[in-house]
């Protein structure tokens, strides 16, 4: 219809214009159900995300929150027992994963739980939870690597244990947390019959930690594996 116009003579390009809108209504007229009803699903969408934040997850967080903190007051004292299990008025850890999946404070609770399961010497446990913690670049995320580190050497899994060590020591370090990680991971190692990776281990801590406790001695350790460059 458009093209007509063009070809029409003396048509104008505000007549083709109004050719080209006529059409474009034409084609909303014959579509407007389904825009209609996209554009419908799509407000439904949003209204219902935003309510779920206001009106559901948030305060569920707050709960969650004031859930979490007798059990972090529990875990603080070493009763890791009632850190865990609550001690009857009060959730652990525990409860607050379970009744508050999905939260800040259930997430953290995953961290904790491990830790507990860690010094209670219930390895299985503690590597589930740990495993289960996003610390998503923070430094909690780096203990709880090295806590699943310890986890793993405990049960019996050193390549694993250098696995999570090595996560637990990457990327821009912590001078007390990493050399700590970073010497456990040269131990796994040399353990694990891997000399070489224990030197990079050890040669980090010297070179790149050098007033951290674990650097006092570490030459010795690198001696013994035949180098101290």
Excluded: W
């Excluded at 458009?2 to 007549?15: E, F, L, T, V």
């Excluded at 696995?163 to 050399?179: E, F, V």
Aim: aromatic residues 10%; proline residues 3%.
């Amino acid at each position: 219809m458009a093209n007509k116009a063009r070809n029409r003579p003396g048509a104008s390009a505000k007549d083709s214009g109004i050719e080209t809108l006529e059409n474009l209504q034409v084609k909303y007229e014959q579509n407007k159900k389904r825009i209609n009803t996209i554009v419908t699903v799509l407000l439904v969408a949003v209204v219902g995300v935003v309510g779920y934040f206001k009106l559901y997850q948030e305060p569920r967080e707050t709960k969650a929150a004031n859930a979490i903190y007798h059990a972090q007051r529990y875990f603080d004292i070493d009763s890791v027992g009632k850190a865990l299990n609550g001690d009857g008025q009060y959730a652990g850890f525990l409860k607050v994963i379970k009744s508050y999946s999905g939260t800040k404070a259930s997430n953290l609770s995953h961290y904790y739980a491990g830790i507990c399961y860690l010094k209670m010497e219930d390895y299985p446990n503690a590597i589930k939870h740990l495993e289960k913690f996003k610390g998503k670049g923070t430094m909690v995320e780096k203990v709880a690597q090295g806590s699943l580190g310890d986890a793993h050497m405990e049960a019996g899994n050193i390549q694993k244990g250098i696995d999570a060590y090595r996560k637990a020591t990457s990327g821009k370090g912590d001078l007390l947390i990493t050399p700590v990680y970073l010497f456990r991971l040269g131990v796994a190692c040399e353990m694990n019959n891997k000399p070489e990776d224990a030197k990079k281990a050890y040669a980090r801590i010297r070179d790149e930690y050098p007033t951290s406790m674990q650097a006092r001695d570490i030459d010795k350790y690198l001696a013994r594996l035949g180098t101290l460059e």
